[in-house]
């Protein structure tokens, strides 16, 4: 049934944050807050990522793709937690942060098919309408 459905809300888990679609929902979909005590955590970096600027081309679907890249190659980095930067809530409706084998070269915004290469499959993190933002659990992130 639909997400915000009875079923779906009572729907029981045995991992994560939440017990249940509903506890979820209140704090990931409906708080426009977003709480995410590991960010402010001594030594945690950040790395914000934002397209070039780019047209808007005439048609009713467009994915655009950026592939960028680590400044440090010696250091290991951990996703911990995700949040938009939206500087046009009006056609902006999802982000798929994708990780790539290390051989995919850095590039430009570009029109694409919603998979930036095809060597970068591993999706890392979304964010889709109604989201804050992702954090992951306290004993958890992804090696990038």
């Known amino acids: 049934g ?3 459905s009875d079923t779906c809300k009572t729907k029981s888990y ?3 944050l939440f017990h ?3 506890e979820w929902m209140e704090q990931a979909c409906m708080s426009q807050d977003f709480n995410c005590s590991a960010i402010h955590q001594q030594g945690v970096q950040t790395m914000p ?8 081309p005439a ?5 655009m793709c950026q592939i960028f890249d680590f400044p440090d190659h010696d250091n290991d980095y951990h996703l911990i937690a995700s949040t938009p930067i939206k500087d046009n809530v009006n056609i902006l409706h999802h982000m ?12 430009s915004a570009y029109e694409c098919d919603m998979l930036p290469d095809r060597r970068c499959k591993l999706i890392l993190t979304v964010w889709t309408l109604g989201l804050n933002g992702d954090c992951f659990h306290s004993n958890a992130g992804i090696r990038i």
């Open 59 to 63: 048609k009713e679907t467009t994915y």
């Open 20 to 22: 249940n679609q509903g």
């Open 14 to 16: 045995s991992y994560g």
């Open 96 to 107: 798929v942060i994708f990780g790539c084998e290390d051989d995919v070269e850095p590039r």
């Open 49 to 56: 990522l934002k397209l070039d600027l780019t047209p808007v």
């Open 2 to 4: 639909p997400i915000d």
